[in-house]
């Protein structure tokens, strides 16, 4: 399983008027997953959709929704998220005192959980937390806005999440989100991501996948 790669196209760079439209065109490019941002207008400047929009989309695709929850405290959100349709939740480690917790609450309710670093957190942050989780995102933009340009000390992280994974024997994925395009796909690969998120690039055409 760790030797495949997975494609998550990620919703935030989808048409909101059409998004019955892009989960059809996400399938039909032998997508693994959905990748769903929902963005607080707090942990991140943006605001994107919430419970109500997933749950209403959840019937328009068979495929597991990823669903990254960039907001504050999602302790206090993640079964309702879960309710909506949610297969996999990936919450901050900065945005919340409880990680640990919120795995809990994500395994009880029969789905996997992720965990997710910004550019500037250190893979520390999260270490002791990797033998619970079933993903670990690393964020190679800063979180809030789509079509930014892929940080390169980032993927350091990924390597050294790579190397983890496999002295440890542990279990989660690794993904990565943000400023993947056809430019940069190969360094992603080659650092050990197991699940490529990718938004504009996907949905403008400029992204081959096998």
Not at 99 to 123: F, N, S
Request: proline share 5%; hydrophobic share 40%.
């Amino acid at each position: 399983m760790k030797n495949q790669k997975y494609l998550s196209p990620s919703l935030l760079s989808a048409d909101f008027g059409d998004l019955k439209g892009a989960l059809k065109l996400v399938e039909e490019k032998g997508s693994t997953y959905v990748h769903v941002d929902v963005m607080d207008g707090h942990f991140v400047p943006q605001v994107t959709y919430g419970q109500p929009v997933i749950s209403s989309i959840r019937k328009y695709s068979n495929l597991p929704f990823d669903v990254h929850l960039m907001v504050e405290k999602p302790e206090t959100s993640i079964e309702s998220y879960i309710e909506a349709g949610a297969d996999l939740v990936t919450f901050h480690i900065e945005a919340t005192a409880h990680a640990d917790r919120c795995i809990q609450l994500i395994h009880e309710k029969g789905k996997k959980a992720g965990i997710a670093i910004c550019p500037a957190t250190p893979v520390s942050a999260i270490k002791e937390l990797l033998p619970f989780v079933d993903l670990v995102l690393v964020m190679t933009v800063n979180p809030g806005w789509g079509g930014q340009k892929l940080i390169p000390y980032t993927l350091k992280k990924v390597k050294e999440l790579a190397d983890i994974q496999k002295e440890m024997d542990y279990n989660f994925l690794i993904s990565v989100d943000g400023g993947v395009n056809q430019d940069t796909l190969k360094d992603v690969v080659d650092a050990g991501t197991d699940i490529v998120v990718s938004g504009s690039s996907f949905f403008r055409g400029n992204l081959e996948w096998k």
